[in-house]
């Protein structure tokens, strides 16, 4: 009998518990990876996890490539396919006779459903289908306050979950001695029937502008490997971190795992081990640990609440009088505000496919205060530009920052980019190497979209407005 692996946002081998017992079943083993289409839920909205951004789908192509050789080197061939999973997975299970069917768990609502209802008809069929831990440090169920609901401030939800073990991460799984002929031969047909496809074909890279080629690839190395070469030289990330995390021209202040953790090329107990093996000061090691609880807090409401990159969770911020611009928009996008950090953030954004957590934090609070447009038009471009847009931790940070989430930075805390500039990158490092045309006067760099002060003054007001209709 075979097992069918349903590979999703866990594109590793090592620390792997679904592969580990799909393996442990003691049969041959197919994973499958899907670029999954699955139409609409019953309540007219989106079934299923959140269509993939750009930057993301180019970020999985590279790391599926890498993913198939490492998988084939354990024995195990990954097969890819397109379509509904409440379709694909039951008929590829049919089709190669797999008495069960094993995944990673994933946690927003609409996946959640999904994969609920591929578990119904894989059980109507026969087969058996197990989910596994393995995105986050605490299934979200588990940290519960003492009535048994759930955290919406960020502190108490720390203090509950740190108590909760995590374990040792898993070894990658001894090799198989498989695949089979017969089994290569049935999965050779489904190819040829167009059941299942190939991975240049599902044409996950393929969008337009091409962006990423040039300039991304610059900066990244997608997989398994390279993630875990980094996470063994994360001292130089986590080594003063408590001190430097907030500056963004030192280029290693922070780790840049969050694409590793989004794509699960890391799992975070990976990432939380090497941690607390790590030689550095104890106070540079929780300020880090403290960060990937903050990941663990934002599927916990993600976890809780559908929608959440749409809805504001505090629901008066449904009344707040935004002025949708497509002008100023463009201009955040693009890095051309004539505000020097944000424009740096931006175009980091846009060169590298990441930016730095100081800066995406000013450079939301710009677009959602002073320029006073939806927060959720600033979540979705980070969305399609970030190769870290993770559907939790985006719309729980724009909410952070708009004011309008759980545990939310009150909204009269408006950020003075020139402010934050000064304190944070105070020889200017960070905005000459993104925007080192700004100090000339030939250039051509624009003049600033809004006044600061005035503009925060107007923000306050429209928060008036918003209470009186609230
Ligand atoms: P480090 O500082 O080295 O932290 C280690 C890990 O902890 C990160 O990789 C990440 O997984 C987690 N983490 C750190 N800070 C946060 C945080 N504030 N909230 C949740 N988890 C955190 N992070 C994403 O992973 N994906 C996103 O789509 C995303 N969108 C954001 C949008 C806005 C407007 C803001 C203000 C923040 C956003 N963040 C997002 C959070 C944070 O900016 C990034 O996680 C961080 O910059 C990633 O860099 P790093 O890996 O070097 O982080």
């Known amino acids: 009998m075979t097992t069918l692996l349903w590979l999703r946002d866990d594109l590793r081998t090592l620390d792997h518990e679904a592969l580990t017992a799909a393996v442990e079943d003691g049969a041959d083993v197919v994973a499958l990876w899907i670029r999954e289409e699955p139409g609409e839920a019953d309540d007219g909205g989106r079934l299923g996890p959140r269509p993939l951004g750009a930057a993301v789908r180019w970020w999985y192509h590279r790391s599926l490539e890498q993913l198939s050789v490492r998988l084939e080197a354990l024995g195990i061939p990954l097969v890819f396919a397109s379509g509904d999973p409440r379709s694909v997975v039951p008929e590829l299970a049919g089709s190669l006779g797999a008495g069960t069917v094993r995944w990673s768990r994933r946690y927003a609502p609409r996946s959640r459903s999904l994969d609920a209802e591929v578990k119904t008809l894989l059980g109507a069929a026969g087969v058996e289908a197990h989910s596994h831990a393995g995105a986050l440090l605490t299934e979200p169920w588990t940290v519960t306050t003492a009535a048994g609901g759930n955290y919406r401030v960020f502190t108490p939800f720390h203090r509950a979950a740190a108590q909760i073990p995590v374990g040792t991460p898993l070894p990658a799984p001894e090799p198989l001695g498989g695949p089979p002929h017969d089994l290569l031969a049935r999965l050779a047909r489904l190819h040829d ?278």
Not at 213 to 235: C, F, K, M, R
Not at 323 to 347: C, E, F
Not at 397 to 424: E, H, L, M
């Open 193 to 470: 029937d167009g059941s299942l496809t190939s991975l240049t074909d599902l044409a996950l890279a393929d969008t337009s502008p091409a962006w990423w080629e040039d300039t991304v690839a610059e900066h990244w190395a997608p997989g398994e490997s390279a993630a875990v070469e980094e996470l063994e030289a994360i001292e130089a990330g986590v080594g003063g971190y408590a001190e430097t995390r907030d500056m963004p021209g030192d280029r290693e202040s922070t780790s840049r795992l969050s694409p590793r953790l989004r794509s699960g090329e890391l799992s975070p107990r990976q990432v939380l081990t090497a941690a607390h093996a790590a030689d550095v000061p104890d106070q540079d090691r929780a300020a880090f640990v403290r960060q990937l609880y903050w990941r663990d807090f934002a599927w916990s409401l993600t976890y809780h609440h559908p929608d959440l990159d749409r809805m504001p969770l505090r629901p008066e911020f449904r009344a707040f009088p935004y002025a949708p611009d497509d002008h100023a928009l463009r201009a955040w996008a693009r890095g051309r505000t004539g505000i020097r950090l944000v424009d740096a953030g931006m175009r980091q954004l846009w060169q590298t496919g990441w930016m730095h957590n100081r800066v995406r934090m000013t450079a939301a609070s710009l677009l959602v205060k002073n320029l006073l447009q939806p927060w959720q038009d600033g979540e979705a471009w980070f969305w399609d530009t970030l190769v870290d847009a993770d559907e939790a931790n985006n719309p729980v940070s724009w909410q952070w920052v708009a004011g309008c989430g759980a545990d939310a930075s009150p909204y009269f805390r408006i950020f003075n980019p020139d402010t934050q500039a000064k304190r944070f990158d105070p020889e200017g490092v960070y905005v000459a190497r993104w925007v080192p045309e700004a100090d000339s006067p030939l250039s051509g760099y624009p003049e600033p979209v809004v006044d600061l002060r005035q503009s925060r003054a107007e923000a306050l007001a429209a928060l008036d407005v918003m209470k009186e209709r609230a």
